[in-house]
């Protein structure tokens, strides 16, 4: 098991690099994180540009953390000469997690322990480590992500977010030495191809977004028969934290940067949807983007038919369903808004400005290029509506 390489200025064009990270005599390279040493408190730097660290699992026997770092952006990259730098704790501690606390000046690690146990660690130098508190996250484990998010977009008021690998999330406070929870734990997303995220660190203060982007993992190993990869990553997307009735909630929206894939518009007029009119019957594709904005009126369910992949809303549960998984969606003045991306093998739907998050991969027939968009038990009403055709991020 080795750390790939890829890299892009768009987040939708990607380059694959040589393999980072090989196996050595400490074990195979699992899950972690990599950060810009801009302070040189490694001591790594050795030109004018800070050093890039990683900090990886060694999955031997047994488990240890340990430290890379590369001085050409990422090219070539050595491992430390004295690692592990943080020995084994608890069966199979993985997944570091690091991120520079600027109020201390200090770095602060989330670790993966056993079970629904993680637990926060510091220093100074990424070398020596002390424990800090720890953390659990009933229905959660592995690959953890932690980070301090504005509400509401107001830099006073921060709260800081700690998830796992299927997107559990706890939203609390963190002093620099104990996380505290304050809601949650809440879920993320509602998909079946989803696990294992990272969030960039050192995004410019003038973009100042949290850009996330995950493993596409498949729930079927028959997805990608024939094709020339078997995995994925997920749509690049980025995270808000909201304020919400009970208490701030984490929205998610696919980043600005897909829009540059868009090729031709088609604008479906507002009408009437029933159950026998399919205003989609004439739009014929492989990959598109849909923006949608339904009124429920009295129809009991609305379904979109996607090149084969069914996704329905039930009016009375406010409940969206898609393969076997749901997600809550409740209207707002009696609409619905839905954004979706359509892929050769994946279906990413947004719902409800950024509350719903679905990412779901199935075996999509190439010969089944149709969309159909209808409604059954009354009758609904199209608001808006618009299907942009894609084009291919590859060459």
Known sequence: MHWGHAVSKDLVHWQELPVALYPDSHGTM?????????????GFQTGKEPAMVAMFTAAGR??????????????TWMKHADNPVLGHIVHENRDPKVIWYAPEKKWVMALYLDHNDFALFASRDLKQWEKLCDVKLPGDAECPEFFEMAVDGNPQNTRWIFYGANGRYLIGKFNGKNFTPESG?????HGNCWYASQTYNDIP????????????????GEIFRGISFNQMMGLPVELELTSATAGPTLEVQPVRELKSLRGKTNKIKAQALTADNNPLARISGDLFEIEAEIEVGSAREISLNLRGVLATYDVISQQLACLGNHGKLPP??????????VDRRSVDIFGGGGRLYMPMASAISPANRSLKLTCQGGESRIHSLKVYELKSAWK
């Open 30 to 42: 699992y899950s972690g994180s990599a950060v810009v040493d801009w302070n040189n408190t490694t």
């Open 62 to 75: 047994p488990f240890t953390q340990g430290l890379a770092y590369s001085n050409d952006r990422g090219r």
């Open 185 to 189: 734990p809440h879920d993320l997303q």
């Open 205 to 220: 203060a003038r973009d100042g977004r949290r850009i996330l982007i995950p493993w596409g993992r498949l729930p079927d």
């Open 332 to 341: 707002q003045d009696g609409k619905i808004s839905l954004r979706i991306f």
